[in-house]
T-cell receptor, first 114, second 112 residues
Framework: DSGVTQTPKHLITATGQRVTLRCSPR?????VYWYQQSLDQGLQFLIQ???????AKGNILERFSAQQFPDLHSELNLSSLELGDSALYFC?????????????FGDGTRLSIL | LAKTTQPISMDSYEGQEVNITCSHN???????ITWYQQFPSQGPRFIIQ???TKVTNEVASLFIPADRKSSTLSLPRVSLSDTAVYYC?????????????FGTGTRLKVLA
């Protein structure tokens, strides 16, 4: 158990809809990261927050947004969903904001778009 | 587009040493190299991390040459339970902005 909690584990919805994925980091971790894993694209970095502030940004679509709240949990919002958004979405957390402290991953939210 | 490449797959027998290499030509100057193991339907699990030369922990070793453009994960005496996909993770600056890049992943199959 990594200590990172993601909810829900599974989500099924339709094209055009909006969903929110939630992540609770390990106790004491200040950074939260979001990744998307699909068969054709592998593991893709979306965004990192550190203590509530955006720290690094990857290939995150404009339809997607994220934030980190004062209690350090994070939410990833996906809107105007398309079939291609079907994927596993992982959250990770780390103590600091730099790569010298490893990221620890949750078990993901599996999003299926019908 | 920056690519961090690994061999697609490897087979090994129980008890053998396995070495998996990751090529990361655009690694950020001060960035650490981190390796993960992933089983189906689970999140990546941290194995080892390093900045340069050699790092060893209780499960693996990590070799990083002086130019840091590649790294090699070494798993001593693998067992059937080591069958998984292995990824490297680095910070990349090829696009002009810092972002994390996972390697393409190596599917390791350990045979009895």
């Amino acid at each position: 158990d990594s200590g990172v909690t993601q909810t829900p584990k599974h989500l099924i919805t339709a094209t055009g809809q909006r969903v929110t994925l939630r992540c609770s980091p390990r106790s004491g971790d200040l950074s939260v990261y979001w990744y998307q894993q699909s068969l054709d694209q592998g593991l893709q970095f979306l965004i990192q927050y550190y203590n509530g502030e955006e720290r690094a940004k990857g290939n995150i679509l404009e339809r997607f947004s994220a934030q980190q709240f004062p209690d350090l949990h994070s939410e990833l919002n996906l809107s105007s969903l398309e079939l291609g958004d079907s994927a596993l979405y992982f959250c990770a957390s780390s103590r600091g904001q730099y790569s010298n402290q490893p990221q620890h991953f949750g078990d993901g939210t599996r999003l299926s778009i019908l | 587009l920056a690519k961090t490449t690994q061999p697609i797959s490897m087979d090994s027998y129980e008890g053998q040493e396995v070495n998996i290499t990751c090529s990361h030509n655009n690694i950020a100057t001060n960035d650490y190299i981190t390796w993960y193991q992933q089983f189906p339907s689970q999140g990546p699990r941290f194995i080892i991390q390093g900045y340069k030369t050699k790092v060893t922990n209780e499960v693996a070793s990590l070799f990083i040459p002086a130019d840091r453009k590649s790294s090699t994960l070494s798993l001593p005496r693998v067992s059937l339970s080591d069958t998984a996909v292995y990824y490297c993770l680095v910070g990349d600056i090829a696009s002009g902005t810092y972002k994390y890049i996972f390697g393409t992943g190596t599917r390791l199959k350990v045979l009895a």
